[in-house]
């Protein structure tokens, strides 16, 4: 059974920086794609950064230059780098690895306020 585990959320200021890291467990293969997903009060999920086994990666318009998604495909972890957050950053975020179907961690709550 695929179990997804987010750690590193909380409060920041605005312009400070975060890390998330996820980690999954219950698979015995590299799952192709691994990423977050973000969900505000009152809006739908929505994709903040992915990554494949093989380095390309897909981020928002909205993080492009600010966020960085790392991952180390044999042990299953995704990480993201998130600097110069902003107010409209704050959200829970969702780590997920993909494989026919997708996996989806309890998620992390990010908060950036002064």
């Known amino acids: 059974q695929v179990q997804l585990v987010e750690s590193g959320g909380g409060l920041v200021q605005p312009g400070g920086s975060l890390t998330l890291s996820c980690a999954a467990s219950?698979?015995?293969?590299?799952?192709?794609?691994m990423g977050w997903y973000r969900q505000a009060p009152g809006k739908q999920r929505e994709l903040v950064a992915t990554?494949?086994?093989?380095?390309?990666?897909k981020y928002a318009d909205s993080v492009k230059g600010r966020f960085t998604i790392s991952r180390d495909s044999a042990k299953n972890t995704v990480h993201l780098q998130m600097n110069s957050l902003k107010p409209e950053d704050t959200a829970v975020y969702y780590c997920?690895?993909?494989?026919?179907?997708?996996?989806w961690g309890q998620g992390t709550q990010v908060t950036v306020s002064s």
């Open positions: 990554m494949g086994r093989g380095g390309s990666t």
């Open positions: 219950g698979s015995t293969f590299s799952f192709p794609t």
């Open positions: 997920t690895a993909i494989v026919i179907r997708a996996y």
